[in-house]
């Protein structure tokens, strides 16, 4: 058994159990429980959440009845935000009196029970926790095998029973006036989740392993190496970054590219950050990158900082009209336009650069790459600018 919990006066509820527990994020204990059972489905998840983190979560427990997935959920409701002062929660009466002033009064409470049926949960309960039977109740959804929830409602006495006249009887009161709901829902029965996506998985053709890049060339560089490409949206920086991953890769190097680029179509920087490395990888930061490519005006502003940093072991190729800032590095300028090289093959061409110098890379790592990446008419024109370039 495991069991998830969340923020509030409900995360203490695993200590009182000697059992595996996760402790996460505000109204996200189902997402931790989801997880949990599709990985080990042979495990048995408990979730409690207070009535503050249903109305956080709200949208992940409608997902958990839609689903259907063998999770039992006890709500421990007690009407308010009573770790963090006493605010109104989702669950609060309007006539209640909490420390959030009259915000209470103009929102109407949910009846998560109702909310849940509409969602699709196969299986409501809701008691009072002075239930004479509450064991027996928790028990019920717990043997359940689909999506379980317990609505139980409970006193506040650090801050809610301080302002408000609310005893165990007026509980059992309150709990009259709603629809009874004890056990499972039949309209809404269905096949359990996780069950229910095995049984199709294994219906399926297995997937095919990732495409793998064999070692068959010797890199001129046997040491980690650090390549950032600064340019401009349109200019393919991303590719570039790519074409550079998969030539490490041809030489037997582990890899990482890490990019930053805006959401907007064509407009503003776009950065590449390429890690090259006969060793396992941790940090992929780069502070000191041993090459820049300075390729658009925007990707250098984006970076500006960078280049009081850079001394002269860093080797700068820039592409000639561009401005560059203040440093020390060595300065390459190429004169790409005047070379009737088009800005969106900039990056290949400065890559190409970079391997005819034999650092970073080898021409014929960078070949191998572009072989891999494209073909047909792409492949014979990035063959003709890297041999234009080399």
Same mark, same amino acid.
């Given at each position: 058994?495991?069991?998830?919990?969340?923020?509030?006066?409900?995360?203490?509820? &695993? %200590?009182?159990?000697?059992?595996?527990?996760?402790?996460?994020l505000?109204?996200?204990?189902?997402?931790?429980?989801?997880?949990?059972k599709?990985?080990? =489905?042979?495990?048995k998840?408990?979730?409690?959440?207070g009535?503050?983190g249903?109305?956080?979560?709200?949208?992940?427990? $409608?997902?958990?009845?839609?689903?259907?997935?063998?999770?039992t $959920?006890l709500?421990?409701?007690?009407?308010?935000?009573?770790? %963090?002062?006493?605010?109104?929660?989702?669950?609060?009466?309007?006539?209640a009196?909490?420390?959030?002033?009259f915000?209470?009064?103009?929102?109407?409470?949910?009846?998560?029970?109702q909310?849940?049926?509409?969602?699709?949960? %196969?299986?409501l309960?809701?008691?009072?926790?002075?239930?004479?039977?509450?064991?027996?109740?928790m028990?019920?959804?717990?043997?359940?095998?689909?999506?379980?929830?317990?609505?139980i409602? +409970?006193?506040?006495?650090?801050?809610?029973?301080?302002r408000?006249?609310?005893?165990? @009887?007026?509980i #059992?009161?309150?709990?009259?006036r709603?629809? =009874?709901?004890?056990?499972?829902? #039949?309209?809404?029965?269905?096949?359990?989740? +996780?069950?229910?996506?095995?049984?199709?998985?294994?219906?399926?053709?297995?997937a095919?392993?990732?495409?793998?890049?064999?070692?068959?060339? &010797?890199?001129? #560089?046997?040491?980690?190496?650090?390549v950032?490409?600064?340019g401009?949206?349109?200019?393919?920086?991303i %590719?570039?970054?790519?074409?550079?991953?998969?030539? +490490? $890769?041809?030489?037997g190097l582990?890899?990482t590219?890490?990019n930053?680029?805006?959401?907007?179509?064509?407009?503003?920087p776009?950065i590449?950050?390429?890690?090259?490395?006969? @060793?396992?990888?941790?940090f992929?930061?780069?502070e000191?990158?041993?090459?820049v490519?300075?390729?658009?005006? #925007?990707?250098?502003?984006?970076?500006?900082?960078?280049?009081?940093r850079l001394?002269?072991?860093? $080797?700068?190729?820039?592409?000639?009209?561009?401005?560059? =800032?203040?440093?020390?590095?060595?300065?390459?300028?190429?004169?790409?336009r005047?070379?009737?090289i088009?800005?969106?093959d900039?990056?290949?061409?400065?890559?190409?650069?970079?391997?005819?110098?034999?650092r970073?890379l080898?021409?014929e790592?960078l070949?191998?790459?572009?072989?891999i990446r494209?073909?047909?008419?792409?492949?014979?024109?990035?063959?003709?600018?890297?041999?234009?370039m080399?």
């Amino acid at each position: 058994m495991v069991m998830v919990s969340d923020i509030g006066c409900s995360g203490l509820f &695993d %200590t009182f159990f000697n059992t595996h527990a996760f402790h996460g994020l505000h109204g996200r204990a189902l997402t931790y429980a989801t997880g949990l059972k599709l990985a080990r =489905p042979d495990l048995k998840v408990v979730v409690t959440m207070g009535d503050g983190g249903i109305g956080i979560g709200g949208a992940h427990i $409608l997902s958990a009845c839609r689903r259907n997935l063998d999770l039992t $959920l006890l709500i421990l409701n007690n009407f308010n935000f009573g770790m %963090t002062g006493g605010q109104f929660s989702a669950t609060t009466p309007p006539d209640a009196v909490v420390s959030s002033g009259f915000l209470n009064r103009l929102e109407f409470p949910i009846d998560i029970c109702q909310a849940a049926r509409a969602a699709g949960a %196969t299986y409501l309960a809701r008691c009072s926790g002075f239930h004479k039977d509450l064991s027996g109740v928790m028990e019920g959804a717990l043997r359940h095998e689909g999506f379980a929830l317990v609505d139980i409602w +409970g006193l506040c006495p650090g801050r809610y029973t301080g302002r408000n006249k609310l005893t165990p @009887r007026a509980i #059992e009161e309150g709990l009259t006036r709603l629809p =009874p709901v004890a056990g499972p829902v #039949e309209e809404n029965a269905g096949k359990e989740y +996780g069950r229910h996506y095995r049984e199709l998985a294994a219906a399926l053709q297995p997937a095919s392993p990732p495409a793998s890049i064999d070692k068959i060339l &010797d890199p001129p #560089e046997k040491v980690r190496s650090e390549v950032m490409i600064l340019g401009d949206a349109g200019q393919r920086i991303i %590719t570039a970054g790519e074409i550079l991953c998969r030539a +490490g $890769l041809t030489a037997g190097l582990r890899v990482t590219q890490k990019n930053e680029y805006n959401i907007t179509v064509l407009r503003g920087p776009s950065i590449s950050e390429v890690i090259l490395s006969p @060793r396992e990888i941790g940090f992929t930061g780069l502070e000191r990158p041993n090459v820049v490519l300075a390729l658009g005006r #925007e990707g250098v502003q984006r970076r500006s900082v960078l280049f009081e940093r850079l001394g002269p072991e860093t $080797l700068i190729i820039q592409a000639q009209g561009l401005n560059l =800032p203040s440093t020390r590095a060595e300065v390459r300028r190429m004169d790409f336009r005047g070379q009737k090289i088009k800005s969106n093959d900039w990056a290949l061409a400065a890559l190409a650069v970079l391997a005819g110098m034999n650092r970073i890379l080898s021409p014929e790592m960078l070949k191998a790459a572009i072989k891999i990446r494209f073909a047909g008419e792409a492949l014979e024109s990035a063959r003709k600018l890297i041999d234009k370039m080399v």
